[in-house]
């Protein structure tokens, strides 16, 4: 049987927590560290249907990619819905751990995985982090080259299958050859700017606001938007697998309950 504290070493080696951004909150979250464990659920965000599971299924820890709390609190009362969520947890002893931007810049974490999902080549950081202090592969968001050049249009649908997103948009000319990428999981537009510096064609990302369209366009850099919930989503069930080889007494899964929040109109 596995502590609290050794899970949560065990996580910190997959994704260091000193990779996370100043702003993140990341590691233990809630819970006891000296508690023995038996069942982790994953999520990408901890919802009411989340919570409902991990109850139901007597989790004793949730690693969430999206942190909660996120910003500090002052009061934890019904009052709130992140609120009502905590004191659910905490009354039926479930713990909660993340990762967030320390998993996105990982040597194996999600913005290499969309860099292996795509068979990319000669792979390395948009952003790089002190290599005094981290691997050389470590870093915010990814960019490679494909083997050969795609249309923009195939590009993202070939993304959009790959992780089961269903309504991919994209912001440039559809036929636009590209071979240079750059890869930012999430709400990716931020990373622009370090995309056109590394001289890419086009960035997949979940989301960017219409002014980081607007952006994109400008600069000449092909944007494929998957939505939010599958440009991560997907790793939080391969975390699951890993995990389960990592600690193979423990049980572990991906929430079968959560959703993406945003559903296409036929």
């Known amino acids: 049987m596995n502590s609290l504290e050794a899970v949560c070493n065990t996580l910190a080696g997959l994704a260091p ?3 996370a951004e100043s702003w993140d909150n990341v590691g233990l979250l809630v819970g006891d560290r000296k508690r023995s464990l038996d069942r982790i659920m994953t ?3 901890i919802t ?26 002052k009061r934890i009362t019904t009052d709130t819905i992140p609120g009502t969520m905590l004191l659910s947890l905490i009354h039926h002893n479930v713990g909660i751990y993340s990762a967030h931007t320390a998993f996105d810049s990982a040597t194996e974490g999600i913005n290499q995985m969309w860099a292996q999902l795509l068979a990319l080549e000669s792979i390395a950081p948009l952003v790089a982090h002190d290599e005094t202090e981290s691997s ?5 968001g990814r960019y490679g080259i494909l083997p050969q050049p795609e249309s923009l249009s ?8 790959a992780v089961g997103a269903t309504a991919p948009r994209i912001v440039g000319p559809a036929q636009r050859p590209v071979k240079k990428i750059a890869l930012a999981c999430g709400s990716g537009g931020s990373f622009l700017a370090d995309a056109h510096r590394c ?5 997949i990302t979940g989301e960017a606001t219409f002014h980081g369209c607007l952006e994109a366009e400008a600069l000449g850099i092909g944007l ?7 440009s991560e989503r997907f790793a939080m069930e391969r975390l699951a697998e890993r995990l389960a080889d990592a600690l193979p007494d423990l ?6 309950n959560e959703r993406d929040p945003i559903v296409g109109l036929a």
Do not use: N, Q
């Open 43 to 45: 999520c990408l965000t």
């Open 48 to 73: 009411p249907d989340v919570v409902d599971e991990a109850i139901d299924e007597k989790a004793d820890l949730i690693v969430a990619h999206h942190p909660l709390p996120f910003h500090p609190v």
């Open 199 to 203: 001289g890419c064609d086009a960035m």
């Open 224 to 230: 494929g938007l998957l939505g939010h919930y599958a």
């Open 154 to 161: 195939d590009l993202v649908i070939r993304a959009a299958k």
């Open 17 to 19: 927590l000193k990779l």
């Open 136 to 140: 050389p592969t470590d870093g915010s």
């Open 251 to 256: 049980t572990v899964w991906a929430s079968r």
